[in-house]
Structure formats: C-alpha cells, structure tokens
C-alpha cells in the first residue's frame, strides 16, 4: 500500500482521539486559530464517551476524597453547559433516600478519618454528614438556574411510592442529565465548522518526530489508503488507549500511566412513574443512580471494577447485572430482576494512575502532561471526567499555547453548541412551535427532535408537509430525511452509529429494522 504525504501542509495540532476531551480541545484549538486535525479510529463517542452514567454532575462522592477542587469546577461547570447546550442537556432532581445502615467505602479519606474521630459509629455515614456535604455541592460552585437541597417525607408524596417503607426521610438536590455522545458529535461539528478537519474510522498507524515536526501516518479504515500528516504538536486523547499510544504508537519511554475502570449499566423497563433520579447508598459503601431513561425505561449504574486490557471491548457481566440488580432492590419495593434488563453497556475510564488501592478510589480528576525532550512536542491526556471536559480543553490550550502561541484566550464558556441557541426556559415552546409548524408530528416526535438538534430540528424538517415527505420510514419516527443529516452533517456511516450513539432508538427498533437501515446507508454511501 502506497503512503501518501501531505508535504506542502503542515497542521498545527494532530489530535489521536474522537471522544470527549479529543472533540472538545480540537474545537478550543480551531476557536483560537490553530490549524487542527483529529483522528478517530472507530466513530466518534464509540468507547467511553458514549458509556457515561449521562450526567453533568459535580461528583457529590468525590467530596469523601476531599478531591474539593474537582468538585467546585465540576459544580461551576454544570450551568455553564447548561446554558450552551440546552437542547441536549437539561436540570434534574436526585433524591437520596436516608438510612442508618448507610456505610462509607472503606478507603475514603472521610471514612478514615471519622472511625478515628469516631470509632463508635463502624463506619455507618451519619445524616448530618450528608447534610454537610449537601450544603457544601450547594454552595461551593453557586448556582443561578438549579433548585438548592431539600428535605423530602417519603411517607408522603410520589418520591417515596416505589421504595421500601423502611426509607422514612431523603434529601433532594440538583444535577442535569446529559445525551454524552451527542456532546461529542456537536463539539466535532463546531471544531469542524471554525476550521479544523475531523477524519472519523481512520487510524494512526505510528507517529515520530521529524526535527520540530510530527510525522503521523494514518489509514483509511475503509479504503485502506495511508496518509502521513506533518503536525506542530501532537495531542494523545486516546482514552482508554491513551497507554498503549504512548507505547506502541509513539514508543515513548514514558513511565506515566492509566488505570483503566470499567463501568457497567443496565437499561430497565419503566420501573416508576416520576421524574426524578435516585442516588442509592450501599451497605457496601457504594453508590449508584437510579434515572428515568428514554421515557420508558430506567437507567441503573455504575459498576467500578480494574479492565486490564482496553482491546478487550467491555461488557456488563453476568455478576455486575446481578450486582445492580440486587443493589436497586434493596431499596425499590418490587424487587429488580435480570428479566427487567432491556439493555445493558459499559465503558472502561481511562483514569491516570495514582496508585490508588481500589477502582472506586483512583482519581477522578485530569492530568495533562508535555514531552518536549525529543523534538516537537506531545500533550498525553490521562482521566477527567464528562462534566469537565471544557474545563480540561482550556487547559489544554494553556500548555499548547506555550509551544504554538495563540491571540485568542479562553472562549468556550457560554458560546452554544449547534443547534443549542435558546434559553434553558424556552425548550417547551421550541417543541410547541416545531408542532405548529409541522402539524404531523405527535408530541413526543416532536420533543425527541427537540432535544436531538435543538434549533436544527426546523432544518432537518424544513418544507415537510406531512410525514411522507421526509422520506423511508425506518420506524420510531426516524425517516430518510433524518438519517441523512445525520450522514451529511454529523459523521454517522453505520446504523449504530445512528441508533446508539447519534440517538438511542436501538432500543425501540426491532433486528429487521435495523438491518433494513444499514442496507439504506450503505446504499447512499455508494
């Protein structure tokens, strides 16, 4: 196979990675000015970005670890998310049922220290703990559109229906719901639009300096052609396979390293009729959220279990299904059972290793490193978490800038992703215009366009009378129109690239279905 070379173009930024934090620091770069180009070998939020719990939340459990300044930027982060994205990210409330059997996990700095202090209590979480650490999530980022901590009677109200009568008092507080790989796909859209070329299911084969230059060869995963791209700098956003570019990829000596941790869910039916979340304590000292999914179903995770080996694609266990199952019983009065489970899925979090002695206690914080000793420099990007994604790109751009100098200084905060130029308030009466408009749509067709494309939906639909003129009709109200937006505009080539990580009607299409939509894109991609 013949390598091409694009000698004459030399880019700014190479970026290896098509997830969260590759997606967001090549949009800053683009932002700024810098010539970009990103690599993904799959589709883009194939692993881990696509396999989040879905929430931007400020991590109310990384305060027993006293990681305080991860949690402040991750609260101050939310409403400012919130407000560029609000088509696909919206507020919550999580209601967190109170019990005396409640225990910390073991190795937490908090725990440590209160058997100390106070060695009477066996490692049992006290309310008033709780109430503190509440009143800190409110008050350490503020808080301009989210709703405070309350205090909630479950012997009386909806919240309490579903769960044992044993659970007497709860605390509610705020979060927000994210769609996690739709973050990515419209962060790659925006980088795209300010300059820089995104180049999905394509591979990098090696990448070695060349003086002050990079030489990246990539390959085509489809075609097989082989190109070999020169690049200012080089920035490792592999993810899981953020070790093994460093190794394999680049053969850095490098001694830094990630652990990698397996989260694992599963997707239930309905399991009851309100809208609000769950955070389940475990006698363990564990937790996991219980959240309404998709209108008819119910989302229970996650799992933290050591994944040797990120080639090994993940997969909720037998023993972690039985392990949620069980969990959420202990709380829910009509038991969980493996027969709910609808769906299930996994990812593996690439967090830098700290030497932590357990999964659940490795950092959940990043940490961006530069190697400049051989030439032309390399950013190696180890953990963060989905809530500071935007957070960690700025710091990113803060240690490019000092090799690839930029006038422009931090942006991002407040500039709305595509389709998300609206005020968080409004999002209603966007689903109440696009029904008058389109009278065709139902509600619920309506809503899902909404909170796909925000502001697009009218473009996708744009001068549809009824529903046959939006063409085929793959079923779950998405049609030939849709699809080929999404092809057009936001990378999808296959059929789960459109019913897993563009949308989740995988979960409502049957296998005929969904093989009748593969034949129809490999058919346009002719």
Partial sequence: MSVHE???EITDLFVIGGGINGCGIARDAAGRGLSVK??????????????????????????????????????????????????????????????????????????????????????????????????????????????????????????????????????EYSDCWIEDSRLVVLNARDAEARGAKVMTRTEVLNAERSGDLWRVTTRDR??????????????????????????????SNSTEGVRLVRGSHIVTKKLYDHDKCYFFQGEDGRIIFAIPYENDFTLIGTTDQDHDDPSNPPVCTEAEQDYLCAFASRYFKQPVSRDDVVWTYSGVRPLYDD??????????????????????????????KITTYRKLAESALEKINKHLPTRQGDWTAGVPLPGGNFEVKNRDFLVEDLQRNYPFLTQKWALRLIKAYGTEAAQILN?????????????????????????????????????????????????????????????ARA
Wanted: aromatic content about 8%; cysteine-free.
């Fill in 6 to 8: 694009t000698k004459p």
């Fill in 38 to 171: 990103l690599a993904e070998m799959n589709d883009l939020a194939s692993a881990t970005s696509s396999a989040s719990t879905k929430l931007f939340h400020g991590g109310l459990r990384y305060l027993e670890y006293f990681e305080v300044r991860l949690v402040r930027e991750a609260l101050i982060e939310r409403e400012t998310l919130l407000k560029a994205m609000p088509h696909i990210s919206w507020p919550m409330r999580f209601v967190l049922p109170y019990h005396p059997d409640m225990r910390f996990e073991s190795e937490t700095p908090t725990s440590r220290l209160l058997s100390f202090v106070m060695p009477w209590m066996k490692g049992r979480r006290p309310a008033w703990l709780i109430r503190l650490g509440l009143f800190m999530y409110d008050n350490l980022g503020g808080r301009e559109i989210l709703p405070g901590t309350r205090s909630v009677d479950l012997s009386d109200g909806p919240e309490g229906a579903p769960l044992q009568q044993r659970f007497a008092k709860a605390f």
């Fill in 355 to 384: 030497g932590a002695s357990s999964a659940t206690a490795a950092t959940r914080d990043y940490t961006l490193t530069v190697d400049a000793t051989g030439g032309a420099p390399l950013l190696n990007v180890f953990g963060g």
């Fill in 463 to 523: 001068g549809a009378e009824s529903a046959a003129d939006l063409g085929q009709d793959f079923g779950a109200t998405l049609t030939e129109r849709e699809v080929r937006w999404l092809m057009d505009r936001e990378f999808a080539v296959e059929a789960a690239d459109v019913i897993w990580r563009r949308s989740k009607l995988g979960l409502r299409l049957n296998k005929d279905q969904v093989a009748t939509l593969q034949d129809w894109m490999q058919a």
């Fill in 222 to 251: 489809d075609s097989g052609e082989e190109i070999t791209h020169q690049a200012r700098m080089l920035v490792n956003a592999g993810g899981p396979w953020v070790g093994d570019i460093i190794r394999q990829k680049i053969r």
